[in-house]
Structure formats: C-alpha cells, structure tokens
C-alpha cells in the first residue's frame, strides 16, 4: 500500500537544483508563452485514414467523458418521469415533464407531440442561452423587427422561435423534447455558494473529483435522450438532436458520446474560433490539444449540419467545413455533412437556419414531408403555461438539492481499468515521433549491464548518494506559463485548454525516458524521484509501462491534502479516479518502491 505523507505546498514555483555535467540531462526547452484560452483560432487537421480517426476518436471520447466527470459512464435504470399538462395544438401536442436524472437533480421540459399514433422520429432540442431559456420571449418590437430584416416570417414565431422551431419539427412527425439547461426554467441555480449556472461548481473538491456545471449537463442529456428514446410513440432508430449557441455545444457533446442520434445540426456554435464562453461549455482537460470542430466530427459518418451567423461561426464554410467534409470523405459519406452561414444575420437560430436544419432532418431522419419545407405561423403558448410545476404537481422535495447531488458525485469509484484508460485523459502526454525525438539524443551515464537511472530532485545533486553510479538529474520546468485572467473566474477556463503544471512535469520525464531509451548500449530505464518529485514518477511510470523498468518514489504530497486550486501539483480529476494509490497500482507489481533506497535501482 501506497503511503504519502500530507504536507502543504505553497504556489511559489519549484527551483530545481541539477547535478553538475556530465551527469545532467537537459530537455530542450518548449514554448512556455500565452496559455491557450477559448478565444483566438484553434485549428484542427484530420487524420488521413479512417484507422487513424478510428483510434483518435476514441481517445477523444474518453478524454470527453474525463472531462465531464462521467467516465466510465454509470449504468442507466430507466427514467421514471412525470408527464401532465396537456395543451391542443393545430397538428400538434405539448406536455409538461419532469424527472430525476441524478439524486438531487431533475430534469424539466416540454414534450411536443404530432397528432396520431407513430412511431414518429424522436428530436432532442437544448434551447442555449438565450434571455429566459425555454420560456424565452422576444418583444413585440423585437419581434417585428426579425420580420422586417427578413431573419422571420411570421410575428408569433419571431416571439417565441424555440417554440416555434419545436412546433415545427412536430408538424413534421417529430417528438420533440424540449429541456431545460441547468439554472434555467424551471431548473432553479443550485445556491449560491455552491454553483449557480454563470458559477459553476470550481471549488477544490469538485475539481479534483470532475464534478462540473459541463458535466451535470451532459449526464442530463444523456438522460433526456433514454427518456425520449423510450417513448412508446417514437422510433430509436431515428433521433436527432439540435440546439443553438449553448444548445449548440450540448448538441455536438451528446452526439461525441451517444450513438444513438442519427442526424445532429448545432447551430451557430461550432467553429475553429471561439469555443463557447460559458462556464457549463468549459470543464478542465475539455480541449487540450483539440476544438469544437473535432469534438463535433466525433458525429461522423453520422449525419451533420452546421450554421453560422455574425459572430465566432461566421467562418464555418471556409474553415471547418473543409476539414470536416475531408474526414467524411475519408469515412465514404463526402455527403453527410453541411454548414452555411447568414453573414448579414447576428447571433441566432432563426427561420433560415432552421430551414436549412428541417430540410436536413426531413432527409436523414426520413420524414414524409412535402418539400422545400417551410415554417407555420405559430399559436403560441404562453411561457408561465410551459412550466411543468403547479399545484396538483408541485416540486417535489429534494428535486434541486445540491448536497445529495455532490454526495452521490463524489461517492462513485473507478475501477483500475478505468483509472488506467483516464490517465492520459487526465496528463495528455504529447506524441512524438523519432524524428521529433531525434534532438533528444544526449550523452548519459550507463553502467555495464545497460542500465540508466534518471534523477528527479528538487534538492540537486546532494540528494544523490554516489555520484560514481550511472544517475542521470532531470531538468523538469521549474514554473507554469503565465497564468490567464479567467483561471480566477473558473479554472475550467485554462485547464481546459492547456495542461497543468504537474502534467507538464511527468511529460517532461516522459520524454527523458523516450530519449534514453533511445541510446545506444540502454539496456533499461529506471526513475528516481525525490522529495517533492516522487509523486511526479510515480505518474510518469504509470503512464511508461515496460518502458521504465524501475521507479523509486519518495514519500511527499498528496491530492487529498490540497486546499487550493493554485497547488502547484493540482490535477483535476486526480482523485476522481482514486488518487495517488491508485495511479500507483497501474505501476505492475514489483517495479515501484516508495522510500530513498537509490541503492535498489543500481542492483
């Protein structure tokens, strides 16, 4: 069993000492500029064959479902929900419902229904963030001046275009489920201090165990989905999902994990630009070293439609499209993907969009519709009779309950496997090839039998006990790039973009032993980590396999110690997957020994 003392460690960077040469392994030195943020561009090339997108796309999806706190993904009971609240529609049905997706959470919505039997085709539809969320309502003003522009046609559906896009899928032959984001609607914020929708959950313990604003929403979607899915009155095999802005990122993230949707259309949303600004669009480990537009062709070769408007997505046609119709064409469906963008309209989702994403539906969800497809004036429900809470169906208790829905997050265990499958999740160690690793090729001490010890310690060279043996001294980053102004807002804001500090470490380590490796007359490698360092090689040689031989760690920090999101060794989601003890037990079984005894790693 694993023992590491607790100690504080403060923020102050870590100066690391080296050994004198001959004895040093110096690691070439990497860009240590401006973190990458959600904004400015984040280009993607996608691989060449369908093999290589096969594999990459499964990284993806774990890295995903880390990210959300939703790995391995729980086994799902069926959804036991509330439906009531019958309202006539020309065509069409809409229902009040209500269920339990987590304890201490419920998911709130309404359900549109064609008139007559189905099976229909099932549409999920997050509204985004838009002014009221499900009930959002423009003014009449607002409205006309849609019509005027010629972004709508009719008033009413100006007013109350979320209505008006499900109503219109309805009239198609859709069930649609129309749901609430958390904090919005019906869904009240979860208390102040422990995270409204604009806050999020951001506190140690919730980060260290993945739990998130990202996350609670798209286990809700998940959930919305096995609600619809199971409909008596739909078909499983055709459902879509569609949604705008926020909407549009709950879209794209359901279909990166669920197989279920056969189309997708997240509207102005995904691009190479800006990657959505809200804090349950964000997570730590969420886009390190990839974007929207990847995330978004994990629907592939399902199919996908795209939109764009005045802002962030006004490029998709040029940059995003072309790369995604390369993937598709690659998978053999060049023709199941799609983007147009409407330069002259702002931010929207409005009657050209959803157009385009009704004639898309029409096609691959195989709605016996008359086409082109056009849009009806809409009869309007006012929003106050949308909310599926009322007197004879009041909340019931417990149903927003922020304490037994961060108990039951934090109650869940990983097993090995999983913990295994996560760590590079959660420490994104960089690819190289040889070529890359070529300029990594420096003298080292070996002794007779080919063995290298590599030495991490921030206390130098008088740490080392025989200076004569084959000990190498690792040079590892000393201090983290600077840090961006939206990590005091929300960490997720710049771990979910750029690897912590301790990750940056065990990379560098990693990479020492790759150059090793690479030497003539090694034999094999083994890691030394002192002092503060023995965490660091304890993660390092979990992540090698048979490529470290030995790894000797000192006793030092731990996760369970730490207070503060500014730890120098904090690591989101460390302990959602056990922790320390647990990376360690990836380590196969006699390869790790935690003490000082240097003398091991020279037999």
Request: aromatic share 8%.
């Amino acid at each position: 069993m694993l023992r590491v003392e607790p100690r504080r460690v403060s923020w102050r960077p870590v100066s690391l000492a080296l050994l004198t040469l001959p004895w040093l392994l110096a690691l070439p030195a990497q860009d240590e500029g401006s973190l990458v943020t959600l904004d400015g561009e984040h280009p993607w090339t996608p691989p060449a064959t369908a093999e290589a997108w096969e594999r990459r796309a499964a990284e993806l999806r774990i890295q995903l479902l880390v990210a959300a706190g939703l790995y391995p993904l729980e086994e799902r009971e069926p959804v036991h929900p509330t439906i009531h609240g019958r309202i006539e529609r020309q065509g069409y049905t809409v229902e009040k419902v209500f269920f339990e997706s987590l304890p201490g959470f419920t998911v709130t919505g309404n359900l549109y229904r064609p008139v007559g039997a189905g099976p229909f085709a099932g549409v999920l539809s997050p509204h985004g963030h838009w002014a009221g969320g499900r009930f959002s309502e423009r003014s009449l003003d607002e409205a006309r001046h849609e019509v005027l522009v010629g972004a709508e046609e009719h008033v009413a559906n100006a007013r109350y275009h979320l209505q008006a896009r499900c109503a219109q899928l309805a009239r198609m032959g859709c069930v649609v489920f129309h749901y609430d984001m958390v904090g919005f609607g019906d869904s009240p914020a979860l208390t102040e201090d422990r995270g409204t929708h604009a806050q999020g959950f951001g506190d140690v313990e919730a980060e260290l165990h993945s739990m998130n604003t990202f996350g609670l929403q798209t286990w809700n979607s998940i959930r919305a989905l096995d609600f619809l899915a199971a409909l008596p009155d739909v078909d499983p095999e055709r459902l879509g999902v569609t949604g705008a802005s926020g909407g549009g990122t709950q879209t794209f993230v359901l279909c990166a994990i669920d197989e279920r949707p056969r189309v997708a259309f997240p509207a102005c949303m995904v691009s190479l630009d800006m990657q959505g600004g809200c804090i349950c669009e964000n997570a730590s480990h969420l886009r390190v070293d990839t974007n929207n537009v990847e995330l978004a062709a994990l629907m592939a070769p399902r199919a996908l439609g795209l939109s764009g408007a005045d802002d962030w997505t006004c490029a998709i046609e040029s940059r995003g499209l072309p790369e995604l119709r390369s993937l598709y064409a690659t998978l053999g469906r060049p023709g199941a993907v799609t983007a147009r963008c409407w330069p002259h309209f702002p931010h929207n989702f409005n009657l050209p969009a959803r157009v385009l994403m009704y004639e898309w539906f029409a096609e691959h969800l195989e709605l016996d519709v008359q086409r082109p497809v056009g849009e009806a004036e809409l009869d309007p429900i006012p929003p106050a009779e949308l909310s599926v809470f009322d007197a004879e169906h009041p909340r019931p208790p417990g149903t927003f309950d922020v304490a037994r829905l961060r108990a039951h997050w934090l109650a869940r265990e990983a097993t090995a496997e999983a913990t295994r499958a996560a760590l590079p999740a959660l420490l994104h160690p960089r690819k190289h090839s040889n070529e890359e690793d070529a300029h990594l090729a420096l003298p080292l001490r070996v002794d007779a039998q080919g063995t290298v010890v590599l030495v991490v310690s921030p206390a130098g060279s008088g740490a080392l006990h025989d200076r004569d043996a084959p000990l190498n001294a690792i040079a590892v980053r000393a201090s983290r790039p600077p840090v961006d102004t939206r990590h005091a807002q929300f960490v997720g804001y710049t771990f979910g973009y750029n690897r912590t500090l301790l990750a940056e470490r065990v990379g560098d380590i990693l990479a020492a032993v790759r150059a090793a490796r690479r030497q003539p007359g090694v034999a094999r490698v083994r890691l030394a980590g002192l002092g503060e360092a023995g965490p660091w090689v304890i993660l390092a040689a979990a992540l090698a396999g048979d490529e470290v031989d030995r790894t000797l760690a000192a006793e030092s920090w731990t996760f369970t110690a730490m207070d503060s999101l500014d730890d120098p060794n904090f690591l989101p989601g460390a302990l959602r997957f056990g922790g320390l003890p647990a990376f360690a037990r990836l380590i196969p079984p006699g390869r790790l020994r935690v003490g000082d005894e240097i003398g091991w790693l020279l037999e």
